[in-house]
């Protein structure tokens, strides 16, 4: 096929992301980003091995692991602080690649300062907030406006188009207009960051508590353990099953202490102040934990969806953002290749859209968090100073089938490397 022209709607991690993967097969791509600036925003992410060893064939290792902590291990707790599960995560774990724990404005920038330099930053616009299209037997066009006044920015003509435009969609709305606002779990997560001294290994990501209540919490910032401290990302995390279904997801509500904080006063892990880890929080932000049904369809003709616009999903096994960099460089890959874009995108669709369905459904029943609620209803008060009441088999079962599915066991690694 003659050289190849994609127009990519959203410019978040994986409008980028898709980008670069774009640009690594000599296909190229214009970004349309609707904020006027593309800043740092928001707190912890986890980037799982199988999307580090895809990121590190964008030539991005180096940049991630500046800024990023490496993920020594995983540990469940149960609100009483008694250990439940511990698993050894990245190159602890004997992957080829480590785990990293990254502040999400951190990782942006990273991407969008590879992005403009490979592709050129005039081809990474701001202030084009995607609007409509139409396509046709020899191509696509899109139009954006000022997502402010409404007023027109630009119409532009290429090859495909790819809605990267996250969980609220203007292009999935196109192609689904009755879906109505992202399906809310129940849980209302509080999500900040606090710098204090380092808890375990300083490397160690840990899940506490249970379904109706939990504190998760990783350190980010390789910057901050290098000045003996940690910069803790930590997400308190309640039932709250009344009706918020009408709420969108919105990433810069303000969250306050006295919506969580009392009801962890009991709680005592011993080896980290969760008081202190609150009181002390440098921003807390409010986002209800939403995500979108699964869809039976992706890609229509010359237009596809990519990353949270296609499966905004539950954030338990932290794999959001690494299934987004799984369809940036698989589309990429089958695009390379590709002698007719619409039967390259129903590839893409086919390759990624039931596998990210069952991520997303398996997250619906708490994903690998399940072995806490386990503990919850199973066990009969009498365990020493770990719960030994779910045996050890069955904890590792839940582990592997979850790290399987989601396509980072060490097994499906190795073949794809
Ligand atoms: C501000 C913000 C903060 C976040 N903070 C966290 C966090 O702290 N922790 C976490 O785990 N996840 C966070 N997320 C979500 C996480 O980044 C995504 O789940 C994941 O990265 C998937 O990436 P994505 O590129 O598909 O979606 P996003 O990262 O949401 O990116 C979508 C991009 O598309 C742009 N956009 C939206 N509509 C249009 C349109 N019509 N036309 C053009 N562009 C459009 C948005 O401005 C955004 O830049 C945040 C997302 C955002 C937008």
Redesign the pocket.
Known sequence: MTELDGII???????LTLALALHRKGIKARV????KEIKP?????NLLPHSIQNLAKLGLLEEIEKVAIKTSSLTYYAEDGKLIWREPRGLEAGYDVPQFSIH?GDFHMILLNAARERLGAENILTG???SSFEQDDTGVTAHFTDRDTGEGRATVRGDFLVG???????LRKIFYPHEGPPHYSGQMLW?GVTEMEPYLDGRSMFMAGHNDLKLVAYPIRAESAKRGKSYINWIAERRIPSDLAERQAD?NETGLLDEFKPYFKDWDLGWLDINRLYDNALSIHKFPMVDRDPLPKWSFGRVTL????AH?MY?NGSN??SQ?VLDAMTVADILENADNIETALNDYDDARREVTARISLANRQTGPELVMQMVKDQCPGTCGETHTCIPQEVLEEVATAYKKLAGFDKQTLKMTA
Do not use: K
Request: net charge negative; glycine share 26%; hydrophobic share 40%.
């Open positions: 709607a959203g410019g978040g991690l994986v409008g349309y980003e609707s904020v925003l928001g707190v912890g992410i999400r084009h907030h995607f990267a435009d996250g969980i609220n969609s203007s999500r990433w990519m990353g949270d616009a905004a954030p959001g953002v987004g």
